[in-house]
């Protein structure tokens, strides 16, 4: 039996369900120095108006389990980036867009008016996504990082949806 299928299928984006933060914890914990355990994420999960997504293989027989997740939260009109973090061995694939897009989407259908968020001025590959997705700079945050490859430079990024 072949599975050629199995590893050309599109990541599907969907809300993340409280068995999957343990996952969620590992794929942050490997992506940041400053890391949320399960606790902090649950709590996080249980406040008025944030959205946790989760990009799971789109097989009945693969893993169930989280390949990147994205957390955005809104207050009034305005939505922000909490974080977003894909599985290192996943990365390359489109998954940090597809989330972004699912995000944006949602964000476009609940009204809100801009999207914004705060990357590491080193991060080139996120940089990439970002504003191929239409973010622009709106201003900058020195020293910011204290982990970068960089200076530390945050940029503060927005993208319009009305």
């Known amino acids: 039996m072949s599975f050629w299928w199995f590893w050309t299928q599109p990541p599907v984006v969907e809300e993340a369900l409280d ?3 343990p996952k969620i914890a590992e794929i942050h914990a490997a992506c940041f120095a400053h890391n949320w355990n399960v606790d902090e994420l649950g709590r996080m999960k249980a406040q008025d108006g944030t959205t946790f997504l989760v990009a799971r ?3 009945p027989y693969g893993t169930r389990a989280p390949l990147g997740f994205l957390i955005l ?3 009034a009109d305005e939505a ?3 974080t977003i973090a894909v599985n290192a061995r996943q990365r390359g694939r489109g998954i940090g867009k597809k989330l972004m897009e699912a995000g944006l989407f949602r964000l476009y259908a609940e009204r809100c008016e801009h999207l914004f968020l705060e990357v590491d001025a080193a991060n080139e590959s996120a940089l ?3 504003r191929g997705l239409g973010f622009k700079e709106i201003g900058q945050r020195k020293g910011y990082y204290s982990d970068s490859g960089g200076d530390g430079t945050a940029l503060v990024m927005r ?3 009305r």
């Open 128 to 130: 990439l996504l970002y």
């Open 19 to 21: 068995e999957d933060l």
């Open 57 to 59: 293989r789109a097989s």
């Open 80 to 82: 922000e980036v909490i």
């Open 73 to 75: 939260r809104t207050v």
């Open 159 to 161: 993208i319009d949806l």
